[in-house]
């Protein structure tokens, strides 16, 4: 299992580590329909070796201007590309447990009870929103 290390895990996610239905597990976008985002994600074996092997190769495999931003591959165009909308939505086998902080989380305090996992993507980050977070956790 990969995370950002901007997650936080707010309870046990011991039945999400356990989960083996699938090569690739990742998440709706919460902005973009249809699409993945890797705030978190489940990679079997065989194709964290097809990933190595493409990854490896990337400037013979693809196009510049399809995967990268400044000179710098994208992983999670990378990605797209690669298990597009093959992924397991672990977010749909988790409902409400995995969450993310601008698009579910901060939103609605009503689901905030069920989160395992919160993760960020671009601002704010953990540190800018503490004090919200210790709050509703009792701290």
């Known amino acids: 299992m990969v995370f950002g290390l901007d997650t936080i895990i707010t309870g046990s996610i011991e039945h999400i580590l356990n989960w083996e239905e ?11 329909k249809g699409e993945i985002c890797n705030g978190i994600g489940i990679y079997d074996e065989s194709i964290v070796n097809r990933f190595w092997h493409m990854w490896t190769e990337r400037d013979r495999l693809f196009k510049r201007d399809e995967l990268f931003y400044d000179g710098i591959l994208s992983e999670m165009a990378f990605l797209r ?5 093959g992924a397991t939505r672990l977010n749909r086998i988790f409902p409400e447990e995995i969450q993310s902080y601008k698009a579910h989380w901060s939103v609605n305090k009503q689901k905030r009870r069920n989160a395992r996992i919160v993760y960020f993507h671009g601002n704010p980050k953990p540190p800018n929103v503490e004090r919200e977070l210790l709050e509703d956790w009792g701290v």
């Open 81 to 85: 590309t690669v298990v597009g909308k």
């Open 22 to 32: 699938g090569e690739c597990g990742l998440l709706d976008d919460p902005y973009v």
